[in-house]
């Protein structure tokens, strides 16, 4: 079975600073790993995606993310935090590989907050 | 803007009322998704329709039914429901495996 775990359901940070929301993952298949962002009162946009390939993985709005295998990791950064990134982030992983019916697996959430 | 549309945006009813929730996608994505979001927590998993035929049903109550009219279009048609039905309901849709794309949701309310 495959589950997520995000490591702080609340980070702050300060405007300009460093952006590190931490996710690890648990499956038994080579992960098909993602992050969403959700905004107040919306739906949940895809920020990045890692399937196969290169490790490192470039999403919109400035984000990145490193998949570690060996430390079953895919923890989401961004070098200099916006107001506008206040939001609720979302890491997931896909059940591709195992029961395959497209479900996303999601962990609990973490809030950011930025701060003036 | 995003390309799956949900409607409506807002639903307030009755515990005795029937209404539905529409979703829409003109990607060509053969997989659509209904979840469920309650306040600060991560979306349920509803329904999952693959090429407009029920695929998973993760054991939701008979008061929410879903249909597929074709690959554009996903309903949930709603009756007798409780007010701890009241939830921010998303559509998805999807193509490759596991990059769903979400609309903004149905806030609905049940009084």
């Known amino acids: 079975a495959q589950s997520v775990t995000q490591l702080g359901s609340h980070v702050s940070v300060s405007e300009g600073a460093l952006v590190l929301l931490r996710c690890n993952y648990s499956?038994?298949?080579?992960?098909?790993l993602f992050w969403y962002v959700q905004y107040p009162n919306q739906g949940l946009q895809l920020l990045l995606k890692?399937?196969?390939?290169?490790?490192l993985v470039k999403g919109i709005n400035g984000f990145e993310a490193e998949f570690k295998k060996s430390e079953t990791s895919f923890h989401l950064t961004k070098p200099s935090a916006h107001m506008s990134d206040a939001a609720e982030y979302f890491c997931?992983?896909?059940?591709?590989?195992?029961?395959?019916?497209?479900?996303?697996?999601f962990g609990q959430g973490t809030t950011l907050q930025v701060k003036p | 803007d995003t390309e799956v549309t949900q409607t409506p945006k807002h639903l307030v009813m009755g515990m005795t009322n029937k209404k539905s929730l529409k979703c829409e996608q003109h990607?060509?994505?053969?997989?659509m998704y209904w979840y469920k979001q309650k306040a600060k927590k991560p979306p349920e998993l509803m329904f999952v329709?693959?090429?407009?035929?029920?695929?998973i049903n993760e054991s939701v109550p008979s008061r929410f039914s879903p249909e597929c009219p074709n690959s554009s279009l996903l309903n949930l048609h709603l009756h007798a429901l409780q007010p701890e039905d009241s939830a921010l309901y998303l559509c998805?849709?999807?193509?490759?495996?596991?990059?769903?794309?979400f609309g903004n949701g149905t806030r609905l309310t049940v009084t």
């Open positions: 998805a849709s999807s193509q490759d495996r596991g990059a769903l794309h």
């Open positions: 499956s038994s298949v080579p992960p098909y």
């Open positions: 890692y399937t196969t390939g290169a490790t």
């Open positions: 997931a992983v896909s059940d591709y590989g195992s029961s395959n019916t497209g479900k996303l697996i």
């Open positions: 990607m060509g994505h053969r997989a």
């Open positions: 329709y693959s090429y407009e035929k029920l695929s």
